[in-house]
């Protein structure tokens, strides 16, 4: 079997803000890619405006309210839920293409939107990434110098609601060291295309060989 045709993996990444995954996801991707296995961050539509140096198609989709509300009401979205006062959704119709050519994606989403996720698809994998402290994941978030006290503040409440929920998750990363976490990380997508069925399918001229010269001795 072509490897091209082995569908690819549906990866949930989640932590608390400022718990480290955009940095951690986007840090991956060269690793697989070295390793000729494709993967994309999926990219998320969302009604929040541009922050600085984000661009369009790259960082997200942005679109306004109305626009996001009737991708909804047809059904264009893998997952989607409302953070912060600003919508975010995963486009259905991407990610499927995405898979079919063999390619993982990896959902950077919240607890709300992994447990849609997961209630429309059996075959997603997930990871949530714990900081080391709350005091640690404090001065990250105001090492950002983009929020006020109140907004820091509300987004220790919010984290708090989200990492109470990591049992919810095949795999929990705690991120105290940044290159660590990224190996823990990388091991675990490995682990993941090594997997017998997958390596089967993937080698399976191989091992037709092997076995028939085998029966041949």
């Known amino acids: 079997m072509n490897e091209s045709l082995i569908p690819g ?18 840090a991956l991707l060269p690793r697989l890619v070295a390793k000729d296995w494709p993967a994309e961050i999926s990219v ?12 369009e198609g790259v960082h997200y989709h942005f679109v306004d309210d109305a626009t996001f509300a009737a991708m909804v009401q047809h059904g ?12 975010y959704g995963t486009g259905l119709t991407r990610t499927k293409e995405l898979l079919g050519q063999g390619v993982d994606v990896i959902l950077d989403i919240d607890w709300q939107g992994a447990r849609q996720v997961r209630a429309r698809r059996s075959d997603v994998q997930s990871v949530f990434i714990l900081p080391p402290s709350a005091a640690e994941l404090e001065r990250r978030l105001r090492a950002r110098g983009t929020d006020s006290d109140a907004v820091i503040a509300a987004r220790m409440r919010a984290a708090r609601t989200e990492m109470s929920h990591h049992g919810e998750y095949d795999y929990l990363l705690v991120n105290r060291d940044f290159e660590r976490a990224l190996d823990e990380m990388a091991a675990i997508f490995v682990t993941r295309r090594l997997r017998g069925a997958t390596q089967q399918a993937r080698h399976e001229t191989l091992i037709g060989l092997l076995l028939n010269e085998e029966q041949r001795l």
Not at 9 to 26: C, E, N, Q, Y
Not at 76 to 87: I, R
């Open 9 to 26: 993996t549906l990866w949930i990444v989640s932590a608390p803000s400022g718990g480290g995954k955009t940095s951690l996801t986007r």
């Open 44 to 55: 998320s539509y969302t009604t929040r405006a541009p922050r600085n140096g984000e661009q």
């Open 76 to 87: 264009d979205f893998l997952e989607h839920a409302e953070v912060f006062g600003q919508h």
